[in-house]
């Protein structure tokens, strides 16, 4: 089941300035997902960046962790729920072995428990399988730099309960990130772009801004983010 994918040029935008900026070494991927159709998926959207390549796919828990031993991947897509062992045991096994690997979990649960035990046991990102693509591959690679991709709707599950304190302590730093562009003039389209997220992201992101600022509107946002010292106007 395991096996490295054989080098493909086809992606979006220009893959050979893609391949440039990661210097043709391209990030391994371990897919791990018992629904063989959600798997194949995955690995068909992967094999066509210039910058990724599947090295292998498991189908449960354990067999990941046998897998990830062999392949060596740099970031492993984990599913939580799966046989013989589940994504949360599968991740504390294969980093007390790698501790170098990456593991973005992409589950259908979102409960703050789940979230928790899976970030407990060293995953570094958390995404739902509704997702855009871009999204998924945006993670990938952000693991692979070093950074935590979490999806907006996973954040806000881990953030304390708003009512006391103040905005800004409740605010992800994606969305400080997203605030501080719109601050700057920047569209939904434009904001995704430079951040590396889909418009639709880009959109949660705000919705999830305006509720804890109090606000119905971009330029809302942004007086009483300039007011509040969160944002500065240039």
Not at 76 to 90: H, R, T, Y
Not at 191 to 203: D, F, M, N, P, Q
Request: charged letters at 30%; one cysteine or more; hydrophobic letters at 45%.
């Amino acid at each position: 089941m395991a096996g490295a994918i054989d080098d493909l040029e086809a992606g979006p935008g220009n893959p050979l300035d893609e391949r440039s900026r990661v210097g043709d070494r391209r990030r391994r991927v371990l897919i791990a997902d018992d629904h063989g159709v959600v798997a194949e998926g995955l690995k068909h959207l992967i094999e066509v960046q210039a910058d990724m390549q599947v090295v292998a796919i498991a189908a449960d828990g354990r067999e990941a962790v046998r897998v990830a031993r062999e392949a060596q991947p740099d970031v492993v897509l984990m599913d939580l729920s799966m046989p013989q062992l589940d994504g949360v045991e599968a991740t504390r096994l294969i980093l007390a072995e790698q501790p170098e690997a990456k593991i973005v979990v992409l589950t259908s649960f979102s409960d703050r428990d789940r979230v928790s035990d899976a970030l407990a046991a060293g995953a570094v990102g958390y995404l739902l399988k509704d997702c855009e693509p871009e999204d998924l591959l945006a993670a990938v690679r952000s693991a692979a730099a070093g950074h935590v991709p979490l999806d907006p709707r996973v954040a806000r599950v881990l953030l304390p309960s708003a009512g006391s304190g103040r905005p800004e302590d409740t605010m992800s730093p994606r969305e400080v990130e997203v605030l501080r562009l719109v601050a700057q003039g920047l569209a939904n389209k434009q904001i995704g772009r430079a951040l590396g997220i889909s418009e639709r992201t880009v959109k949660t992101h705000l919705g999830h801004l305006f509720e804890k600022l109090g606000v119905t509107s971009r330029t809302e946002a942004v007086k009483v983010a300039t007011r509040r010292g969160l944002v500065r106007l240039s």
